[in-house]
């Protein structure tokens, strides 16, 4: 691994040279999309801004683990081989599997490299200048998924000066905090794993219930995922699915946890143990006193809905199948909010935090081509941009529910990597025309 290291951060390749193809980001989608260009023996470029597995490793907190279980982690070519199939790799296991991955594949890799700008050059090609020189390429590749922005709403600017706030990503351990209660703004994955985190560890917690849906850990004697698997739905694309690819790209994941094997995050028992739940903050006046929607029963109420519709397409699903497997119990809320608080005043309530769970923007800007729409979210057919030659990999549902996670990135890139090379074969063709 050391090997591994020092060639790819000081003896790396070359950058400033013409590439076939060059690969922006070095995660786990650039890697795989390295994987299959090697197997067609494509010459290739792989260009990292930081270390391979840099977010999972500075942008987690110390508990975080997957919420998927380890046998979806299957890169190409590098299934997970461990003891614990059905269990949930902590953070730092993750990094591991991804360095060792890198080893595996060892891609022709620079790390440290920062791109700066992406321009169509006068050949039909691209321009790719980097902080290490500027390279030229027949074809490039966007693996750099849609989450680089930490977003935290401009009414944040209006909490008093003395409440230390912070983005979920730079959230580590509940010890960081300064002394108080916590409040935790939204309850996708990383909200409701952090408040459960802080929760654990004793603190004082108050959490502002968004409209983030809730999937069972284990019903009916397995996993939710192995069942959901089982039934195809990890296989249902964007263009097959109901829903309209905006929304689906931009909807909050299920919150579930993995931790300590793997369980239910249920926000009403969590209340009836002590956390104080709210609606979404639907205003900071000047006196700093949070004015708080009247939406916490209907947000409980409609992550239960997704809950249970779950529960009900798996329960279908054994009926058809005519499977043996025990019985399913109906989810009886624990805990109804009696009445909704209408404000929250963080001085009386004794909070000292604030962490803003409430996602991250995309930045594209250092892309100049016409690959967006005019939300500036990219354009694509599984992963194949409107420019000849350019393409997107990692992204959330890029094709598949699994798309921007290690479940499908690598059957994504193999799709990507076969267009990669029918247009390599394309130019080859033409070349050779021009000659004869």
Not at 21 to 43: F, P, R
Not at 144 to 165: C, M, S
Not at 232 to 249: I, K, Q, S
Not at 344 to 353: A, E, Y
Request: glycine residues 10%.
């Amino acid at each position: 691994m050391n090997r591994f290291r020092r060639n790819s951060m000081i003896d790396g390749p070359e950058i400033s040279r013409h590439w076939p193809v060059v690969v922006i980001g070095g995660g786990q989608a650039g890697l795989s999309a390295s994987y299959w260009l090697q197997q067609q023996d494509i010459d290739h470029l792989v260009i990292e801004k930081n270390r391979v597995g840099h977010a999972w490793r500075h942008q987690r907190w110390d508990s975080f683990c997957l919420v998927t279980p380890n046998w979806q982690c299957r890169l190409p070519g590098f299934p997970y081989d461990g003891d614990d199939p059905h269990g949930f790799m902590p953070r730092d296991e993750i990094v591991e599997y991804l360095e060792t991955y890198a080893a595996f594949v060892d891609p022709p890799l620079r790390e440290g490299v920062t791109v700066n700008r992406v321009t169509a050059d006068e050949h039909g090609g691209f321009r790719v200048n980097t902080t290490a020189g500027d390279a030229t390429a027949d074809q490039v590749i966007l693996a750099v998924n849609g989450y680089h922005v930490p977003r935290i709403p401009r009414i944040a600017e209006r909490l008093p000066g003395n409440v230390r706030q912070l983005h979920s990503v730079h959230y580590r351990r509940p010890d960081d905090l300064p002394a108080g209660d916590v409040l935790v703004v939204g309850t996708g994955q990383s909200g409701c794993q952090i408040a459960e985190d802080l929760h654990l560890a004793g603190r004082g917690v108050h959490l502002c219930v968004s409209s983030a849906p809730r999937a069972p850990r284990v019903y009916r004697g397995r996993d939710s995922v192995d069942w959901l698997e089982r039934m195809g739905t990890y296989d249902v694309t964007v263009d097959e699915h109901p829903e309209p690819a905006r929304n689906l790209r931009h909807k909050a994941n299920h919150y579930l946890t993995g931790r300590d094997g793997g369980r239910d995050i249920d926000l009403r028992q969590f209340a009836l143990e002590g956390m104080q739940l709210y609606g979404r903050v639907a205003d900071i006046p000047p006196d700093g006193v949070l004015h708080i929607e009247q939406d916490l029963r209907r947000n409980l109420d409609g992550a239960d809905d997704t809950y249970r519709k779950i529960c009900r397409s798996i329960d279908e699903y054994i009926e058809r199948q005519g499977i043996n497997a025990p019985a399913g119990e109906p989810y009886q809320p624990p805990w109804e909010p009696e009445v909704e608080p209408t404000h929250l005043n963080l001085t009386t309530s004794g909070i000292g935090s604030v962490i803003w769970a409430t996602g991250f923007g995309s930045d594209f800007s250092w892309v100049e081509l016409p690959l967006f729409d005019g939300a500036g979210d990219p354009v694509h057919s599984r992963g194949v941009s409107p420019v000849a030659g350019a393409y997107f990999l990692g992204l959330p549902w890029l094709n598949t529910w699994g798309s921007g996670r290690f479940a499908a990135v690598g059957e994504d890139a193999r799709v990507v990597v076969e267009a990669v090379a029918e247009r390599c074969q394309c130019r080859q063709g033409r070349t050779r025309a021009a000659v004869a």
